[in-house]
């Protein structure tokens, strides 16, 4: 039922999720929701909980590594877990895609896409300290494109199955590298 959750909220967004889409969507009845999690808010905070911690997981393939390379993994990692299993690649569009709190899944859910938003642009700092990014990149400005173009690939497999993500992907890291990477 979580992972239908996670599908419809990366639809539909939080406001607009029912229990009832839920059961549906999960091929359950559509009381079964409400009778295992009591409350569309109880469901809501669960679902949060189960975004956080597979988006977690999808971050925690990145070693430790900084600069540039570091924001190519971190890409990668998030591209490859859509490829590998979409809906759990999913989490990734309810993270980053609305900056807009009362929006949000939940505060948690808030402040991961704020933290996510600030390791890049950390990332991208120490990049440009090293002299592997461009002195003119603003770190925060870049970590938001990459977030939107994470999120335009994830809109377009929503919109179209056949949409090939894995090739998307390789072209949106491929603008990245080029974009950000200083002159050698």
């Known amino acids: 039922m979580l992972a239908a959750g996670v599908r ?3 639809e539909l967004g939080p406001e607009k999720l029912t229990l009832n889409h839920v059961g549906t969507s999960a091929g359950y009845s559509r009381g079964l929701p409400a009778h295992h ?7 809501l905070k669960a679902l949060a909980s189960h975004v956080a911690i597979e988006f977690d997981r999808t971050l925690q393939a990145i070693d430790r590594v900084s600069g540039l390379e570091a924001v190519l993994r971190i890409t990668r990692a998030v591209l490859d877990q859509l490829a590998a299993d979409p ?3 999913l989490t990734a569009q309810i993270v980053l895609a609305d900056p807009r709190r009362e929006r949000a899944l ?8 704020d933290n996510t ?3 890049l642009a950390r990332h991208i700092a120490d990049g440009i300290e090293a002299g592997e990014i461009r002195r003119a990149v603003e770190p925060s400005h870049a970590s938001l494109f990459i977030a939107a173009g994470i999120c335009g690939l994830i809109d377009s497999q929503l919109a179209d199955p056949r949409f090939d993500i894995a090739a998307a992907g390789d072209q949106l890291l491929d603008l990245i ?8």
């Open 87 to 89: 809906e759990r690649g």
């Open 117 to 119: 938003l600030a390791l």
């Open 106 to 113: 939940s505060e948690d859910i808030a402040a991961l896409r």
């Open 8 to 10: 419809l909220v990366a």
């Open 37 to 43: 999690f009591g409350s569309r808010e109880n469901y």
């Open 177 to 184: 590298e080029h974009a950000l990477a200083a002159k050698r």
